[in-house]
Structures are given as C-alpha cells and as structure tokens.
C-alpha cells in the first residue's frame, strides 16, 4: 500500500506531505481547489512524461516522493532490484523519488539509488493501476478484454506456456530461416566461414599470449642495447682496474688498519663486509642476465610476425584474443550446421511439428479452459451491474477463432453488452455512454480485485454521471474492492465519499499573496461538513443528510 506521498513545488502545492491510509480513501473539493494535482503527483512519480510547466511559479525545481509498504506484493521486486543495481527495501518499505528542474533535468531514485525513468516505469506498473475519466477506454481492446478474462479464471499459467511454446517455435523459425537461401549464398557462406575457421585455427592463439608476446618482442628489439648496458654496468663494477670491486678492496685494507689502532672501529668493518657482498651479489646477477641477453634478428622477426598476426585479427574478430577465440567457435558451429544442412533441417522440421502439435494441444486446452470461464465471469459482471443500476442488463463474452496465432492463445474474444431489456448484446466498444462504460469498468474491477495482484487502485472521477441509488453502489464497490485492495478515489459524489475508509479534503488559500492547494483529513465531524457542501449546503437537512449517509 501506499503509506506517504510528498509533494514539492508541484502547481500550487508547495511543500506537501500526506499519511495515507489502507482501505478506500476518498478525496474531495471544490472544482479548481486541486484535486487533480494528487493524481499529477502519482504519475510522476510512477514515471509519466515530466512537464515543466507544473513546476511551481517561481521555482526551479519540483519533486515527489512516495513511500509504499510492499511486504504483500507479489511481483518479483527483490530479484528486479538486484538487477537493477537498487539498495534493496528496508522494513518492506519501498522508496521512489522523482525530480525535475525548469531546465528540462530529470532525475529518479529507488531507495536512494539513481534509475532510469524506464526502471521507475515498470516498478509503477507493480505498484498502482491508474483509472482516469478516459482509461475505462482500454477495456474496448481485445487484448485487454481476454487479460481480464485470463485473470477472472485464474489461466495465467497456461497462457504464459503457451505463449513460451510460441516463442520457442519463432526462435527455430529463425534457425530454418536462416538455413533456407539460395545456392549462390550458400556457397558463399561456406566460403567465408571455411576461411575464417581456418585462419582462426592455424594460428593456434592462447587467449592470455599477447601480453607475453609484446613483452617479449620489447626486449628482443632492444638486445643490442640491453646487452651493451649490462656489460658496461659489469665493467664498471669488476673488469677495470677502478672498478667498484677493487676501491672496494682497498677501502676493506684500510678499516682493516683502523681496526688494529681503534678496536672501536670493528662496525665499520663490519659494515663494508656487507657492502662488498652486496657488490659481488650485484655482479653474479649482471653477468646472469648479460648471458640471458639474445641479440637474434631470427626470433625478433618471428615475434614481429606474431604480433602483426594478433592484430590483424582482433581488427577483424574481436577487440581481445577471448573474443577472437569465442568468434571462431561460433563460426564452427555455423560451418558445422550449414555443411550438415540437410541433416540439421531435418532436425528442425521435426522439431517445428512437434511444437505446432504441442502448441496445437495447450491452445485448445486453454480455450475450453476459458470457455468454462466465461459463464462464470458474464453472470459475475451482470450481478455487479444490476447493483449499478443496470436492473435488467446482459453482460457476455464471445469468443472466436484467432486469424494468426499469437502467444495469448487461439482465441479472441469481445465483451458484449446490453443496458436496456429487449435489446441484443452489442460489443462493448458500441456503447457511446461513458457513464456506462465506467460502470461496466466498476463492475469488472470488483470481480477481479481477488484476482488482480496490483496492490493500489486510483479511480479519478469514474463516477461521473452518475447519481441517486447508483451513486450509493458505486461507494459499495469501492469498499467491496479495498477489502482487497488500497482505494484511491477522486469524487463528487456524497454518496462514494461517505462510503470511504478516510476522507481527505483539497481546498486553496492564499499565504502571503500567494495561493497554494493544501489537504487535510476530515474527523468525523469536518466530514459531515463537507459531505454537507457536496449535497448543497450548510442547511440542516444537509447536515442530518450527510449524518445519514455516514451511518
């Protein structure tokens, strides 16, 4: 559920933060005081397109923050998170933040963790489903209407197999394909892949050699100097008469000499013995390496060679050695495929029949499947209609034959609807009203709140054209829908209102000349005030009306 949204800077909201509640919250006002802003705020967050223009007048920048409890949410969120590179949900609680400046800057965070607007997108189709006055339009889809019917029938497993048998079927589609060309190709394919496994082979590459080879190939092509160093080194340390060796000698005579006057001295003597065996040990390791040294013009040439051949096919196969490597693996595999063609589409044919059986056996078990559903669903809908005030209406689903499988199965189906008695059902997408398209998306939504895993429902404004009785049932289908659910719901309605778990009221005023939305939960007694307002007034038949409807 949502517990905490928080608006900043957002149109004439300043700093606003609200607590919210579990169950139906209602929010009302006066037309203009800014009801609509909640809504704003909701999508933002839920990563809808930012406009700039909502950022308050006089500000730079406008952000909304909201905070849901997620301990009952069944989508996958701790694994999404983790891929995503999110700091995980503390105490169940999930944070997400979004911010835009007047500079076109946008930003979001899940957690405290910077996102992509896209990452926020999907994270918000988890968490809210969003009813504007249009959005019953979506109900007019096939797509959806069949998703609605999946769901009422509890069907979404075998949808999800059968759309993954027509998936797996489309990937070997594209193997034959790929396996299907003229001669002329084929020749040519055979060709170049013979020609780049061969070259890729031959040279026998190890995916760790090439920094051992330009190192190598470094101190090849520097020999000559390498080796007149050393022996000038060595020369200077013992083969001269100066050498370092020899004033080394003489130096160890005379603190020989100092010793026998000042046997204090016998540190010093100490100290040069150490000196000299470094010097020697100096000398043993030059001539080592002054032996090591290799002028060959043979093997610089040989090493030149190899490094030339490395590069010349990390240029055509890859950025690094492993990926040169990993690219004449793949090409095998090709070659071996298009030269055992005949074998391999035997293979795929055999294989496509298969599936298209399976897919054949799972689409007709998930049709009987929903067409033992549809009763079921039609007769749930038209109860939930008759208390919307359609007394005598006809709600019912046909289904027919898909003209090209695709991965929702073999059917299509279409919601069909009859509001008055004596008339036939016609498809839903023929009826002009929108006040009926609300009720009959009301109707559908109390059926499927057992069903539907999204944890907050926001209606804003469904109920319009609505009234009397009806407008009482509408208020019972909310509630009947947040025993499941969190409730949002924009109304006008006193009678939707009085039915909510918590009331809010949105109104304006001006603060040091500026105005600003603010919004406040009722107590009770505020509550019957402005359940008052809505049916007309302060008067006291009003009031006691509005008493009425609480109780």
């Known amino acids: 559920m949502l517990t905490t949204l928080r608006i900043k800077n957002l149109a004439l909201v300043s700093d606003l933060t609200l607590e919210l509640q579990p169950g139906c919250n209602v929010i009302t006002g006066e037309t203009g005081a800014g009801k609509s802003i909640i809504i704003g705020a909701l999508n933002l967050v839920l990563g809808e397109r930012a406009d700039r223009t909502l950022i308050r007048s006089g500000e730079e920048s406008c952000s909304v923050e909201a905070a849901f409890d997620v301990r009952k949410l069944r989508a996958p969120i ?21 911010t835009f400046t007047s500079a076109g800057t946008n930003r979001q965070f899940i957690n405290g963790s910077p996102t992509t607007l896209a990452t ?102 520097n020999a000559a100097k390498l080796l007149q160093l050393s022996r000038t080194a060595l020369d200077a340390l013992s083969e001269n008469e100066n050498s370092l060796l020899s004033q080394a000698g003489a130096i ?41 040294v290799d ?8 090493l030149e060679e190899r490094l030339n051949l490395i590069h010349s096919l990390k240029r055509k196969y890859g950025a690094t050695l492993a990926e040169v490597l990993a690219f004449g693996e793949e090409a095998k595999a090709k070659l071996q495929s298009l030269e055992s063609r005949d074998a391999e589409l035997a293979r795929l044919n055999a294989a496509l029949d298969k599936l298209d059986a399976d897919i054949s056996a799972a689409g007709k078990k998930l049709s009987a499947a929903r067409k033992k559903v549809i009763p079921q669903l039609a007769k749930s809908v038209s109860k939930q209609l008759e208390d919307l005030g359609f007394k005598q209406s006809k709600f019912d689903v046909t289904v027919s034959a898909v003209h090209e499988v695709g991965a929702t199965g073999l059917d299509e189906i279409e919601f069909q609807f009859a509001p008055n008695p004596g008339e036939p059902a016609k498809a839903l997408r023929a009826i002009a009203s929108s006040g009926e398209m609300a009720r009959v998306m009301l109707a559908l939504k109390t059926v499927l709140a057992a069903a539907d895993e999204i944890p907050v429902l926001v209606f804003d404004e469904v109920d319009a054209n609505v009234g009397g009785e009806t407008a009482n049932a509408v208020g019972e289908k909310m509630k009947q829908i947040a025993a499941k659910r ?5 109304t006008h309605l006193p009678q939707v209102a009085a039915a909510a778990d918590a009331h809010y009221l949105v109104s304006k005023q001006v603060k040091n000349g500026r105005t600003i939305s603010d919004i406040t939960l009722l107590d009770k007694k505020s509550r019957v005030s402005e359940l008052a307002r809505m049916l007309g007034g302060q008067s006291d038949a009003a009031r006691k009306h509005a008493e009425a409807l609480l109780k």
């Open 78 to 98: 701790k694994i999404f998170l983790e891929e995503n590179g999110v700091e995980p949900c503390e105490d169940h609680q999930l944070v997400l933040k979004r």
């Open 120 to 221: 926020l997108g999907t994270m918000g189709e988890w968490l809210v489903d969003m009813h504007g006055p249009h959005d019953h339009q979506s109900l007019l889809h096939a797509g959806k209407q069949l998703a609605i019917l999946d769901a009422f029938g509890g069907l979404e497993n075998e949808r999800n197999a059968f759309g993954e048998l027509v998936r797996r079927r489309a990937r070997l589609a594209e193997e034959k394909s790929a396996l299907i060309v003229d001669e002329k190709t084929y020749a040519q394919q055979l060709d170049l892949l013979r020609f780049q496994v061969q070259e890729i082979t031959a040279a026998r590459l190890r995916a760790d050699e090439e920094q051992s080879v330009e190192e190598e190939y470094h101190r090849a092509s």
């Open 252 to 292: 160890g005579r005379v603190l020989t000499e100092l010793q026998r006057v000042d046997g204090s001295a016998t540190k010093l003597v100490e100290l040069h013995a150490q000196a000299g065996e470094t010097l020697r040990d100096l000398q043993m390791e030059l001539s080592r390496y002054a032996d090591k």
């Open 295 to 302: 002028v060959n013009p043979e093997r610089l040439a040989e």
């Open 486 to 490: 969190q409730v949002f719901c924009i």
